[in-house]
Nanobody, 124 residues
């Protein structure tokens, strides 16, 4: 069993930065890790994911060049550095672990453990 706890969300002006962190209480050995977001009235969508080894990453087109995902397996943490934030980035952000996808996945159904979410609001 893995518990995920996100932190680092908040309110920021457009063009600003936020750094999200996700700490896992259990082992995430071999798990792909992802960050998802869900805006009001919209489906949950993948933002980025990172492979177990940290060597492979994926970003959705809208965040490429602005967001960076990283992980520290020794500390069981996954981070999402978000720069040049835009109002359309406003959403609840979730950390997730994919036990059967060590490279990670864009499919929300491939993730078995989820954090409680953290609200990020970007004002214009």
């Amino acid at each position: 069993q893995v518990q995920l706890v996100e932190s680092g969300g908040g309110l920021v002006q457009a063009g600003g930065s936020l750094r999200l962190s996700c700490v896992a209480s259990g082992r995430t050995y071999g798990y792909g890790m992802g960050w998802f977001r869900q805006a009001p009235g919209k489906e949950r969508e993948v933002v980025a994911y990172i492979a177990w080894t940290g060597s492979g990453t994926y970003y959705t087109d809208s965040v490429k060049g602005r967001f960076t995902i990283s992980r520290d397996n020794d500390k069981n943490t996954v981070n999402l550095q978000m720069n040049n934030l835009k109002p359309e980035d406003t959403a609840v952000y979730y950390c997730a672990a994919a036990t059967r996808r060590y490279r990670g996945s864009t499919d929300v159904n491939d993730y078995d453990y989820w954090g409680q979410g953290t609200q990020d609001t970007v004002s214009s």
